[in-house]
């Protein structure tokens, strides 16, 4: 019997089954791959029907993405706050090897096939999840543009996002964590000059 049957013990509704949907979606991304992702492997691994998914997201694409983007900022790391740039940079990304690296090699690893199917890239995908909303690096860069650390005429979408970029490829290099000395390196020898801030002595 299904949990949202009507005679069922217990009927989920509203944001309380959503996220039991996106979460079960999330676990048979992560157990079966996207090739072998189904909506009617997610309506059992959720214990309800095909057609509650389907009346939410019209494809399995639809789903993965909702999904990916549920358990990415159910995950959304603290900004950290040191009152200068370089500080907080090298802080937020060892926050993500902490937090995010699992999240993002399996993300890498079971998207194939999604990637081939909708003939989007990682970058779109990424776009896609994040949906228009701040990151934390954005968060960091205008309150360092705020102190007068930072130009904002240096900040194009490109140069904004460039520490996390190099250190997802290191990421998806390794398959794991990146040694600290690597993001130190980014930040230092790559990020910081790109965006004409000095470097601290």
């Known amino acids: 019997m299904h949990l949202d049957d009507p005679d069922g013990p217990k009927r989920r509704r509203g944001t309380e089954l959503e996220e ?14 996207y090739g072998a992702f189904t909506l009617e492997a997610v ?6 029907s095909r057609p509650v998914i389907a009346r939410r997201w019209a494809s399995k694409a639809d789903l993965v993405r909702a999904a990916a983007a549920h358990v990415l900022w159910h995950e959304r790391m603290d900004v950290p706050d040191t009152g200068n740039l370089r500080d907080d940079i090298v802080g937020l990304l060892r926050e993500a090897n902490e937090k995010r690296v699992d999240s993002t090699a399996l993300l890498t690893a079971y ?26 690096v954005d ?6 543009v705020a102190r007068g ?11 904004r996002t460039l520490a996390f970029d190099l250190y997802r490829h290191e ?9 600290d000395d690597v993001i130190v390196e980014i930040v ?9 801030v000095a470097r601290r002595p």
């Open 111 to 136: 998207l194939t096939g999604y990637f081939q199917e909708t003939g989007t890239s990682p970058a779109e995908f990424r776009d896609s999840v994040i949906g228009g909303r701040a990151t934390s």
């Open 171 to 179: 990421v998806l290099m390794r398959l794991g964590r990146v040694p």
């Open 188 to 196: 230092d020898d790559l990020y910081l000059p790109l965006l004409g």
């Open 139 to 144: 968060v960091i860069l205008d309150r360092a």
């Open 20 to 33: 039991a949907l996106l979460e079960a979606a999330w676990a048979e991304l992560v157990d079966r791959g």
């Open 149 to 159: 650390e930072l130009s904002s005429e240096h900040l194009t979408p490109r140069r």
């Open 43 to 48: 309506a059992q691994r959720a214990g309800t």
